[in-house]
């Protein structure tokens, strides 16, 4: 059983950072593609960025293309998502998802794990 978590989610004010981490127990994810997606209040949930297996290659939401970043640390086995200057309209859960294989893809049906989610606030 794969176990998914995110951490690093809060309360920051527009034009602020915040980076989120992601860690999974019962497997390493350092093989599979992580991303991230967030659902804000009353809207079904998008995606916001992956990463492969190998760590090098990314694709972005063109929302947050620019400002987000996605990266992984092998020897933390984690996955973490920077991201700057945070609008408002950032505001969401966010979440992390695991892929039992190491291509990406931006399809919330694609991914086998997922975290419960952390909230960003993003104030004006």
């Known amino acids: 059983q794969v176990t998914v978590v995110e951490s690093g989610g809060g309360l920051v004010q527009a034009g602020g950072s915040l980076r989120l981490s992601c860690t999974a127990s019962?497997?390493?994810?350092?093989?599979?593609?992580v991303g991230w997606f967030r659902q804000a209040p009353g809207k079904e949930r998008e995606f916001v960025a992956t990463?492969?297996?190998?760590?090098?290659?990314?694709y972005y939401a063109d929302t947050v293309k620019g400002r987000f970043t996605i990266s992984r640390d092998y020897a933390k086995d984690t996955v973490y998502l920077q991201m700057n200057n945070l609008k408002p309209e950032d505001t969401a859960v966010y979440y992390c998802?695991?892929?039992?294989?190491?291509?990406?893809?931006?399809?919330?049906?694609?991914?086998?794990?997922w975290g419960q989610g952390t909230q960003v606030t993003v104030s004006s």
């Open positions: 019962g497997h390493t994810l350092n093989m599979y593609a």
């Open positions: 990463i492969n297996g190998g760590g090098g290659t990314t």
């Open positions: 998802a695991a892929r039992a294989v190491g291509a990406p893809t931006i399809g919330t049906d694609g991914y086998d794990y």
